[in-house]
């Protein structure tokens, strides 16, 4: 049983018909260079909708829409406890810039097997890959 506290982070998983936006972890940060889903820690008063596409815009500029909230799910790192919040949302405007983040950049369901992901994202990028093709 582990005694640190979960730190709740918005995923967001970000559609311009069927892209989907990546972004490369900043090398200082924990597991710098992963690829990820734009997102971040979701603050006092917000939830993980509104967190998601703040963090979003503040990594690359990008404007979206927050459309679903997707079951919250934990993962445990040796040194950290995060329970993980995706949220798909839809592209309104922008196109991605390296504000918080390095090399943001629209994959395809092909493309992002291409890109190493953190392990907390295996589950995800299972779920997300089983479903890609049947949303458009």
Known sequence: MSLMTSIPIALALVWKGP???IAQRQ?????GEFWEFPGGRIEDGENAK???????????????????????????????KIVFYPVDCAWVSGEPQAFDCLEPRWVSETEIARYVFPPANA?????????????F
């Open 19 to 21: 892209l989907l936006l």
């Open 27 to 31: 090398k200082s940060a924990h597991l």
């Open 50 to 80: 509104v967190a998601a596409v703040r963090e979003v815009h503040e990594e690359t500029g990008i404007r979206c829409t927050a459309l679903i909230l997707r079951p919250s799910f934990d993962f445990e790192y040796p040194d950290r």
């Open 123 to 135: 589950a995800l990028l299972r779920e997300i890959g089983q479903r890609w093709s049947s949303k």
